[in-house]
């Protein structure tokens, strides 16, 4: 069993920037593909961005703009989140499987967090 916890959202004016965090329980993290997903109001959840042990990927209407990463000694997923926009506003999402690749596919993660809210000003 996994535990993700999700941390960093909150309001920010377009252009401002905000980095996501993602702390995973298990020993097994580094093994994990971390993925980031984000729903807003009456949209159905979007892929953001997967990084696995070897490599990553990102939603093309994003590349540029957003920065996955991760920590294994501490656990943890970032989201970099820079040149924001009022249609980035939405929950953003921690997913967690075993070595999938970098699945953009939602239905591949069983792991997930509570979710933590970006809300983006114009």
């Known amino acids: 069993q996994v535990q993700l916890v999700e941390s960093g959202g909150g309001l920010v004016q377009a252009g401002g920037s905000l980095r996501l965090s993602c702390v995973a329980s298990g020993r097994t993290f580094r093994t994990y593909t971390m993925a980031w997903f984000r729903q807003a109001p009456g949209k159905e959840r979007e892929f953001v961005s997967a990084?696995?042990?070897?490599?990553?990927r990102y939603a093309d209407s994003l590349k540029g703009r957003f920065t996955i990463s991760r920590d294994n000694a501490k656990n943890t997923v970032y989201l970099q989140m820079d040149n924001l926009k009022p249609e980035d506003t939405a929950v953003y999402y921690c997913?967690?499987?075993?070595?999938?690749?970098?699945?953009?596919?939602?239905?591949?993660?069983?792991?997930w967090g509570q979710g933590t809210q970006v809300t983006v000003s114009s």
């Open positions: 990084i696995s042990w070897t490599a990553s």
């Open positions: 997913a967690a499987d075993g070595d999938i690749g970098v699945s953009l596919r939602s239905d591949e993660y069983d792991y």
